[in-house]
DNA sequence: GGCCAGGTTCGCT
DNA sequence: AGCGAACATGGC
């Protein structure tokens, strides 16, 4: 059973998935021509596992869902919701380029970046323990962690002769003693983390479904005292889990070095400073710094080329290119 | 082999 | 309030 979403425009697929992949450096495509991930997706309290696949078709760029489990209506509905919000189909990025474009410094980035949309992840609790996971930690193995304990206590979804994993319930994890992640190669502190915030949404006394109805602030008022959560995990969630389209993180080193480069500072500039500037950009600020960290990676893969263009080719690097 | 990674907490001035 | 160490593992 497929369904399709039709994507909001301007969208580029090529764009969004690169910005992704940098995020995600285990992501495997399973087709070479075009994005197609899989996903198990909680819908009416079912998981339900489906293939996305993003294509250009004649009428433009669209989502085409295969839902691989039978489905009712109101399942289907569900998913189809989980998918559009994945996709930030909800944001329209013209009234954004039209704003933001006769800005001196960042309007000069946006033609380079166009269609580029951020990608949420719906599952609130989710991307908090991913968030948690990939504190200090070097992405590929944050990765494994996620794939692990996906794997261990995520509920099993069996498609012909191979078992998808749904992320794991906040009662599953709750349920689990720290010491249990260890073998799993958690560090106990972070072991800590994750079941101590398992706990409190389990019971109740941590209501996330409440959260993207607060005010900014008060997110950060709820979830700051949970041990493992600092500001950084609480921006992470706001961007790309809530999906607020108007915070800047102002603190973020990768914003601070995109804006020394792009803005020509001497140094990386303050965070008074660079709110300062970010504020002619509201109600788009998260978009602003999503596009200025993309425009860092793009600017440090130009670097990385142009080095070793210059450099004459030898020692070990020339072996290796003609074992080749 | 050592240093450090998109962070957070804890204990010490 | 502000500073530094510890945390576990893998990649360079």
């Given at each position: 059973?497929?369904?399709?979403?039709?994507?909001?425009?301007?969208?580029?697929?090529?764009?969004?998935?690169?910005?992704?992949?940098?995020?995600?450096?285990?992501?495997?495509?399973?087709?070479?021509?075009?994005?197609?991930?899989?996903?198990?997706?909680?819908?009416?309290?079912?998981?339900?596992?489906?293939?996305?696949?993003?294509?250009?078709?004649?009428?433009?760029?669209?989502?085409?869902?295969?839902?691989?489990?039978?489905?009712?209506?109101?399942?289907?509905?569900?998913?189809?919701?989980?998918?559009?919000?994945?996709?930030?189909?909800?944001?329209?990025?013209?009234?954004?380029?039209?704003?933001?474009?006769?800005?001196?410094?960042?309007?000069?980035?946006?033609p380079g970046l166009h269609g580029l949309k951020i990608l949420l992840e719906p599952n609130l609790f989710q991307n908090l323990v991913r968030t948690i996971i990939g504190q200090q930690m070097n992405l590929s193995f944050a990765a494994s962690l996620v794939s692990r304990i996906t794997e261990q206590y995520g509920t099993p979804v069996t498609i012909g002769d191979h078992t998808l994993y749904s992320f794991p319930k906040p009662e599953a994890l709750a349920a689990l003693e720290p010491d249990e992640l260890l073998p799993l190669h958690f560090s106990r502190r972070k072991a800590e983390y994750i079941t101590g915030l398992a706990r409190q949404v389990a019971d109740g006394s941590l209501d996330l479904n409440a959260m993207p109805d607060l005010a900014d602030e008060e997110i950060f008022n709820r979830l700051l005292p949970i041990r493992g959560v600092g500001k950084w995990t609480v921006e992470c969630f706001l961007l790309f889990s809530v999906g607020r389209t108007d915070f800047f993180p102002a603190d973020d080193i990768g914003l601070k070095n995109a804006m020394k480069v792009l803005w020509g500072f001497d140094s990386q500039p303050a965070s008074p400073l660079m709110l300062e500037i970010s504020r002619s950009w509201s109600p788009w600020r998260s978009y602003a710094a999503y596009y200025l960290w993309a425009w860092l990676d793009d600017w440090k893969l130009r670097q990385k080329q142009e080095k070793e263009q210059k450099k004459p080719v030898r020692g070990k690097s020339a072996r290796k290119a003609s074992e080749e």
């Open positions: 059973m497929k369904e399709t979403i039709s994507l909001l425009t301007p969208f580029s697929i090529e764009r969004t998935m690169v910005a992704v992949r940098g995020q995600n450096p285990r992501l495997v495509l399973a087709h070479p021509e075009y994005p197609v991930f899989t996903k198990v997706i909680p819908a009416e309290g079912r998981d339900i596992p489906v293939t996305v696949s993003l294509v250009e078709t004649s009428q433009g760029p669209a989502a085409e869902v295969e839902l691989l489990q039978a489905c009712n209506s109101k399942e289907t509905e569900a998913i189809r919701v989980y998918v559009g919000k994945m996709l930030s189909n909800h944001v329209d990025l013209r009234p954004f380029y039209a704003q933001l474009q006769d800005e001196p410094v960042i309007g000069s980035i946006l």
